[in-house]
């Protein structure tokens, strides 16, 4: 998991800067997860290499916004996948389900590499619940948030 997620994305971002920097117009879309909004029990080497992701994502985007390069990444929940078959032994999956679809994750993709706001948005959730989470954390108390998502993988 590390060295797909982690090295693989650092070694691509890096790989393709010389290329990013003669375009006008750049943008890195990286694939990070709803378990970068809060550490997900069951998940937890997974969560924290998309938290790399995150982490990476929000540095390059300040650090090369002044080339031009835009850096965002994709926050899906749980996705109807080949990977996501045997999640029936993790508790988040069940609770919240799996309710997205690769076509759900490509239309972000899309959305991210198309738009053109005054503000450029770094987190691209998909999915209600994504949104619903990566929002609830923003406001609530850390200690909520963890309460939350005890719960939710009981």
Known sequence: MLAVNVLGM??????AFRYLQRTPGARV??????????GQPDLVTYSATKFAVRGLTEGLDL??????IRVSDIWP????????QNFDHI????SLGIRLTPADVAS????????KPWIHKT?????????ILA????????ALSRQVVRYLAR
């Open 91 to 94: 508790a988040s999956a069940k």
């Open 29 to 38: 879309i990286n694939m990070a997860s709803a378990t970068a909004i809060y």
């Open 10 to 15: 650092i070694n691509g971002c890096h790989c």
């Open 63 to 68: 650090e090369w916004s002044r080339l031009g």
């Open 108 to 115: 972000a993709v899309w959305a991210c590499a198309t738009a």
């Open 123 to 131: 987190h691209w959730t998909v999915g209600r619940q994504a949104w």
């Open 135 to 142: 929002l609830a954390t923003r406001f609530a108390p850390p």
């Open 77 to 84: 929940s749980f996705v109807k996948t080949s990977m996501a």
